[in-house]
């Protein structure tokens, strides 16, 4: 009798606690293993899932569970150093798409807050996945128009488009792996500014807005604020990334 190792597929004697490739504890179970190995990916989600590898630009996910390690799975990583061997793992599943953390040595961040490894978070358009020392995007396509309305904060920009704020950090800037990307704003640094959802205890939502020493500056209401310091921002306040202008708006619960 063999054990199939659901990671890189090499078959395990049955004695062996941890895979001879990949060293995957062969009795841990295999992230999402509830959905068919074999599966498409275009049969649970009805749209199209991106990752934005640095410097290697949008890839697309094929399968049901996507595997990203250095030097093992789907999307391999090998100049990452600090990223694991097997690192974390993308599984499409009810229409969503989760992401999960491996056991990696030195954890997988979602919008900039470390998961628990072995528990899955759902993705949504624009989060950002960091391992090691690299941010993955997480990219969308084909969503119908309705999310835009769903309850959150969300910047405004000058022609009316919205982007909704996640939980956590939400980065702005220039390089396309930002939350909100100003790609065609050369004035925009390249990492301009956070913006830190943070929901209270008394289940508010609280944003703060910490410029990350951009040469030409952050402003609230026209005011310049100080580089690296966190400013609490409300709905209604205009938030300025160099020449870039946005209102912070505030969608609420419909009440019923
Ligand atoms: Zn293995």
Wanted: glycine share 10%.
């Amino acid at each position: 009798m063999t054990l199939t190792c659901p990671i890189c597929k090499v078959q395990n004697a049955e004695s062996e606690d941890w895979c001879n490739e990949c060293g995957w504890l062969l009795s841990q179970k295999a992230p999402g293993s509830s959905v068919q190995d074999e599966g498409n990916i275009d049969d649970e989600l009805d749209f199209k899932a991106f990752l934005i590898l640095p410097e290697r630009g949008s890839v697309g996910l094929k399968k049901i569970r996507t595997v990203i390690g250095r030097e093992f799975g789907d999307i391999q990583i090998p100049d990452d150093l600090n990223i694991s061997r097997i690192q974390l793992a993308l599984v499409a599943e009810n229409g969503g798409l989760y992401v999960e953390d491996l056991r990696s040595s030195n954890g997988t961040l979602l919008n900039g807050v470390k998961i628990p490894p072995g528990r899955r978070y759902l993705l949504s358009t624009g989060d950002v996945i960091t391992a090691g020392d690299s941010a993955l995007k997480v990219e969308f396509k084909g969503l119908d128009k309705e999310g835009e309305e769903s309850p959150g904060l969300y910047l405004v920009d000058e022609e009316g488009t919205k982007s909704r704020l996640r939980q956590g950090d939400n980065t702005v800037g220039r390089l396309p792996l930002n939350t909100v990307t100003l790609e065609d704003c050369p004035y925009v640094a390249r990492e301009h500014a956070v913006l830190s959802l943070e929901l209270a205890p008394s289940g508010l939502n609280f944003l703060y807005l910490t410029d990350l020493g951009s040469s030409n500056g952050s402003f609230v209401n026209q005011k310049p604020v100080p580089a690296h310091t966190r400013i609490r921002v409300h709905p209604g306040d205009e938030i300025t990334f160099s020449d870039v202008t946005f209102r912070l708006i505030e969608i609420m619960k419909e009440e019923d």
